[in-house]
Nanobody, 123 residues
């Protein structure tokens, strides 16, 4: 089992920045990729970004490319999502997820999930 705990959400004005953190514990060696997803009421959960624990290779959704940056600190078993130039449409609950296999941007491919953290961007 892998436990994931997100933090860092909050309320920010459009154009502002936030950094989310996801601390992993438990059998962290069993996870290969870490991802960030987001969800708004009435909509499906969508992929935001992912990173390989071993290589640090990153992947992004087109909607956040150039504004968001995912990174990891292997020593702390923590993954970060730096969000810059935030827009009102970025408002959502952001979830951290872990996958035990190769890269995927599909929700149902991820094995472990955090509880989510709310990000609200005002216009």
């Amino acid at each position: 089992q892998v436990q994931l705990v997100e933090s860092g959400g909050g309320l920010v004005q459009a154009g502002g920045s936030l950094r989310l953190s996801c601390a992993a514990s438990g059998r962290t060696f069993s996870s290969s990729f870490m991802g960030w997803f987001r969800q708004t009421p009435g909509k499906e959960r969508e992929f935001v970004a992912a990173i390989s624990w071993s290589t640090g290779r990153t992947y992004y959704a087109d909607s956040v490319k150039g504004r968001f940056a995912i990174s990891r600190d292997n020593a702390k078993n923590t993954v970060y999502l730096q969000m810059n130039s935030l827009k009102p449409e970025d408002t959502a609950v952001y979830y951290c997820a872990a996958r035990t296999a190769y890269y995927s941007n599909r929700v149902y491919d991820y094995d472990y999930w955090g509880q989510g953290t709310q990000v609200s961007v005002s216009s």
